[in-house]
């Protein structure tokens, strides 16, 4: 076990596998042993057929949570060795069911001390161990259940990618970032149009010089993402979230998010009450996002944009 040792929790499926294929390799031993013809794999079928009722492959799958094809597969391996006979249901001709053959009712008659004998067997394991394996087993299978484990990892990378990211305030060295992040988005989803030009080819002023603030999302240093806040023109809002762009290389690391975030702070830092955005539903990650900062959608108002289909606000 050095090699499992060095390579650390990183090789749990591994692991997982190689236990598992020593526990099954003996198992297959184990049932020569108690003179069973028998393959490991088909046991939890065999188990719920014992018990001694016919059984749809349905409701076979459902108890012991394999899936529909596997326990097909397994009920078709019985069949053939003999332990399972399988028929049409009398009520549905469209439904089989299976159950216990003569072959494998004797199966059930000499199974019965070697159950004894595994289960003493596995307790003197258990009570020579620090950890209970029977019961830490249970405990991952439920928590796998709340969260599987590829959650887990996404979680994770996300955190450490946030690690990454730095949120800034803008300075001049960052204008073509915020032209041409915002360029590159809008001509990739949409074109460009005249209050496009207005507001990028004169950021500064059309922006900043009137009250407005842009934020600028660093990964490793460098500008991957840019937003806006642009003072509304009337008092219906304070301020409208507008000209957020990331960079398609930096997708997936949760750079809107955290720009989305960053920019409500700014707001509220400055005293505003309500926020407003426009965007075109056919972005459904970004309304996934706006819904998720808490913005709703309003009723339609006149926008200078063609591509505009959905307006929302965010009171804060």
Same mark, same amino acid.
């Given at each position: 076990?050095?090699?499992?040792?060095?390579?650390?929790?990183?090789?749990?499926? $591994?692991?997982?596998?190689?236990?598992?294929?020593?526990?099954?390799?003996?198992?297959? *031993?184990?049932?020569?042993?108690?003179?069973?013809? #028998?393959?490991?794999?088909? #046991?939890?079928?065999?188990?719920?057929?014992?018990?001694?009722?016919?059984?749809?492959?349905?409701?076979? =799958?459902?108890?012991?949570?394999?899936?529909?094809?596997?326990?097909?597969?397994?009920?078709? +391996?019985?069949?053939?060795?003999?332990?399972?006979?399988?028929?049409?249901?009398?009520?549905?001709?469209?439904?089989?069911?299976?159950?216990?053959?003569?072959?494998?009712? +004797?199966?059930?008659? *000499?199974?019965?001390?070697?159950?004894?004998?595994?289960?003493?067997?596995?307790?003197?394991?258990?009570?020579?161990?620090?950890?209970?394996?029977?019961?830490?087993?249970?405990?991952?299978?439920?928590?796998?259940?709340?969260?599987? @484990?590829?959650?887990?990892?996404?979680?994770?990378?996300?955190?450490?990618?946030? $690690?990454?990211?730095?949120?800034?305030?803008?300075?001049?060295?960052?204008?073509? =970032?915020?032209?041409?992040?915002?360029?590159?988005?809008?001509?990739?989803?949409?074109?460009?149009?005249? $209050?496009?030009?207005?507001?990028?080819?004169?950021?500064?002023?059309?922006?900043?010089?009137?009250?407005? /603030?842009? @934020?600028?999302?660093?990964?490793?240093?460098?500008?991957?993402?840019?937003?806006?806040?642009?003072?509304?023109?009337?008092?219906?809002?304070?301020?409208?979230?507008?000209?957020?762009?990331?960079?398609?290389?930096?997708?997936?690391?949760?750079?809107?998010? @955290?720009?989305?975030?960053?920019?409500?702070?700014?707001?509220?830092?400055?005293?505003?009450?309500? @926020?407003?955005?426009?965007?075109?539903?056919?972005?459904?990650?970004?309304?996934?996002?706006?819904?998720?900062?808490?913005?709703?959608?309003?009723?339609?108002?006149?926008?200078? /944009?063609?591509?505009?289909?959905?307006?929302?606000?965010?009171?804060?």
């Amino acid at each position: 076990m050095e090699f499992f040792d060095k390579i650390g929790k990183m090789a749990i499926g $591994s692991r997982l596998r190689m236990l598992s294929e020593i526990v099954t390799e003996d198992a297959s *031993k184990i049932y020569n042993l108690y003179g069973i013809d #028998f393959h490991p794999k088909w #046991f939890p079928v065999y188990y719920v057929l014992a018990e001694g009722k016919a059984n749809t492959i349905t409701s076979i =799958a459902k108890e012991i949570g394999h899936s529909h094809p596997s326990v097909s597969k397994i009920i078709s +391996e019985m069949v053939k060795a003999g332990l399972v006979l399988e028929k049409s249901e009398t009520t549905d001709g469209r439904r089989n069911v299976v159950s216990l053959s003569a072959k494998g009712n +004797e199966v059930t008659l *000499k199974i019965q001390d070697q159950y004894t004998d595994l289960n003493s067997a596995i307790e003197d394991m258990l009570g020579q161990t620090t950890h209970n394996l029977w019961k830490a087993l249970a405990e991952w299978e439920f928590l796998l259940e709340q969260k599987s @484990l590829l959650k887990r990892v996404t979680e994770q990378q996300k955190l450490r990618e946030r $690690s990454n990211v730095t949120i800034v305030d803008f300075e001049s060295m960052y204008l073509d =970032a915020f032209v041409n992040l915002n360029t590159e988005w809008i001509s990739h989803y949409f074109k460009m149009e005249e $209050s496009d030009y207005k507001a990028l080819n004169n950021a500064e002023e059309y922006i900043l010089n009137n009250g407005g /603030y842009i @934020l600028v999302a660093l990964y490793k240093g460098e500008p991957l993402g840019v937003c806006a806040l642009i003072k509304y023109p009337t008092d219906d809002f304070d301020f409208e979230l507008a000209k957020m762009a990331v960079s398609p290389k930096a997708q997936g690391k949760n750079i809107g998010g @955290l720009l989305g975030a960053a920019v409500i702070d700014k707001a509220k830092s400055l005293g505003a009450k309500k @926020l407003y955005l426009e965007s075109n539903t056919i972005l459904k990650p970004a309304i996934n996002l706006y819904h998720k900062l808490g913005f709703v959608k309003i009723p339609e108002r006149p926008t200078p /944009y063609e591509r505009c289909n959905i307006q929302m606000e965010l009171v804060l």
